[in-house]
């Protein structure tokens, strides 16, 4: 199935010298608005989120990936990532796909990686957007859509995927600072909006009449 790459944010380049530059740019992988897919029915039968929402981020590089630090998942309406019980200890490889055979809802684990062995230093996800880090020592070379993040949450929950993403620049280690939105208004909540910013025209224009 041919998957549609939704561009959400940004392209940052940084000159490191004349002849060098340092870039990391980011992209979710979308089909349905900002949400990457739907949780399936047979995956909110293993424990997922009943038709949650699977949100999936790549990232291309022109240096090897260092490191996803800094991370903070913040949710509103007291919502939660989803963590599989038989996933990653530590938030920070995919599942097998062998054992996402066997257990169809691992394959919405939420979690963050790099291209090497990850590791994660710091608190678990959601992260606490100081010392949460998921990194690796090996250099895996320049990237080009290596999916980094997936993130599974209740159907509806709006919030932020926050960090930053270290790669081996030309000069040094070259960060770059990201946020990323999670979720969307639902159609009755902008149709709302809009009879708001109506009503407010109104007003306005009663009082200078």
Not at 119 to 146: E, H, I, Q, V, Y
């Amino acid at each position: 199935m041919t998957k549609k790459f939704l561009v959400l944010s940004f392209a940052t380049t940084l000159l490191a010298s004349s002849a060098f530059a340092d870039s990391i740019s980011i992209s979710q992988i979308g089909t349905v608005g900002l949400r990457t897919r739907a949780v399936t029915a047979t995956e909110s039968g293993g424990g997922a989120p009943v038709d949650g929402d699977v949100y999936q981020w790549q990232v291309t590089t022109d240096g090897d990936i260092l490191s996803v630090n800094g991370v903070l998942v913040t949710l509103d309406g007291g919502g939660t990532l989803y963590n599989h019980p038989q996933g990653n200890a530590a938030n920070a490889e995919p599942g097998d796909p062998v054992f996402i055979g066997l257990l169809p809802a691992l394959g919405v684990d939420s979690w963050i990686t790099t291209p090497g062995n990850t590791g994660r230093l710091g608190a678990d996800l959601p992260g606490d957007g100081a010392d949460t880090s998921f990194g690796d020592t090996s250099n895996d070379g320049a990237k080009a859509n290596f999916m980094f993040a997936q993130l599974t949450v209740p159907k509806g929950t709006m919030g932020t995927f926050a960090g930053k993403i270290s790669i081996a620049g030309a000069t040094g280690p070259f960060v770059q600072s990201f946020s990323l939105p999670i979720g969307v208004p639902e159609p009755a909540t902008l149709a709302m909006a809009g009879m708001g910013l109506v009503g407010m025209i109104g007003v306005a224009r009663r009082r200078k009449a």
